[in-house]
């Protein structure tokens, strides 16, 4: 696993989110900063009982400065609408901070984060976590469930489980919405991917 310093040394161990939102954008944890174009902090209120996980920031989040507004955000906006969960009661955010991809003339494809990528930025989720103290934590795909859950957890075979991180917090995993959106069973894919943001929402004391 390529090793990074990681981003602990940027983390202030004090203060609610908009001290953390600004600490990041100084953040050198890693390599990934230098190619982006900006990080992309969580979004929404500290008050959230619950509190969604992605992968990393895609192309037009990067951009845009913003989590989970492209396609995979759209269409996560669409799923949580259909289980009833209004998104400004969440609090969202990702595993990485900024986005890896890689160019192919001028477009930029998406790379999943390596693991070290992941640990280098596991310190900011911790953060956020300590911050926000949600109730129940919804894990989106492979990479998030890597951060939070380790990398025994096969989110194939366990959706929709209810499970603990290892503080104890309650969660749940099930995939990350651009699976969804790439999906060639998109109705089937779309309708089980509500069904676990619905049992999710159930599982709230
Ligand atoms: S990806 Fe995370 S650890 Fe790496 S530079 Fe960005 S914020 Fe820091």
């Known amino acids: 696993m390529e090793k990074f310093a990681g981003a ?12 953390l939102e600004a600490a990041l954008r100084d953040c050198r944890g890693c390599d990934l ?9 969580g979004d929404g209120t500290a008050k959230a009982r619950m509190m969604l996980v992605g992968e990393q920031p895609g192309d037009v989040e990067d951009v845009e ?10 269409l996560l906006d669409k799923a949580l609408d ?4 209004d998104r400004d009661q969440l609090y969202v955010t990702n595993a990485v901070k900024h986005f890896r991809f890689e160019r192919r003339g001028k477009r930029r494809i998406h790379k999943t984060p390596a693991a070290g990528h992941i ?13 926000v103290k949600p109730e129940l934590v919804v894990v989106l795909g492979a990479v998030a469930a890597r951060a939070l859950l380790g990398t025994g957890f096969k989110v194939t075979e366990r959706r ?18 651009s699976a969804v959106v790439r999906s060639e069973e998109y109705r ?7 069904a676990d943001l619905r049992a999710a929402a ?3 004391p």
């Open 82 to 85: 259909a289980a009833g969960i």
């Open 65 to 74: 400065g913003r989590v989970f507004v492209g396609p995979a955000g759209r």
């Open 33 to 41: 900063w230098e190619h982006a174009e900006q990080v992309v902090p």
């Open 8 to 19: 602990e040394e940027w983390v202030p161990p004090r203060g609610g989110l908009p001290k």
């Open 202 to 204: 159930a599982l709230l």
């Open 119 to 131: 640990v280098a930025c596991s310190p900011w989720l911790t953060r956020e976590l300590r911050i």
């Open 160 to 177: 929709g489980e209810a499970v603990e991180l290892p503080d104890g917090t309650a969660a749940m995993a099930t995939v990350h919405p």
């Open 188 to 194: 089937r894919d779309f309708a089980l991917f509500v």
